[in-house]
Nanobody, 124 residues
Framework: QVQLVESGGRLVQPGGSLRLSCAAS????????MNWVRQAPGKGPEWVSGINSGGGTTRYASSVKARFTISRDNAKNTLFLQMNNLKPEDTALYYC?????????????????RGQGTQVTVSS
């Protein structure tokens, strides 16, 4: 079955950096779009970033553009999110979500397949 396990979240000061990881198993990772989504306390999910199956095409929400970088290592079935210049408003539970297959062309269509998430807290 599809398994997605995130790691790397912690408490960090404003302006700091973190690198999140998502280990995938149970499906052909290299054949799917992948995404990062976050949910802040009391708010709905917010799509953050997505990447195509080969890793050559990325997309970002305007709120994180130029600060976050998504990447993937298909040999290790792992998705990453490098987060720089973190702000208090980035505080949220971050989780990875599988997108559509490469042949579908669908970057993100909801959280049917998602991990449990890793908590990122930005505070001084």
């Amino acid at each position: 079955q599809v398994q997605l396990v995130e790691s790397g979240g912690r408490l960090v000061q404003p302006g700091g950096s973190l690198r999140l990881s998502c280990a995938a198993s149970g499906f052909p990772f290299s054949m799917y779009f992948m995404n990062w989504v976050r949910q802040a306390p009391g708010k709905g999910p917010e799509w953050v970033s997505g990447i195509n199956s080969g890793g050559g095409t990325t997309r970002y929400a305007s709120s994180v553009k130029a600060r976050f970088t998504i990447s993937r290592d298909n040999a290790k079935n792992t998705l990453f999110l490098q987060m720089n210049n973190l702000k208090p408003e980035d505080t949220a539970l971050y989780y990875c979500a599988r997108g559509g297959s490469a042949s579908s062309g669908t970057l993100y269509s909801g959280d049917t397949y998602r991990g449990q998430g890793t908590q990122v807290t930005v505070s001084s």
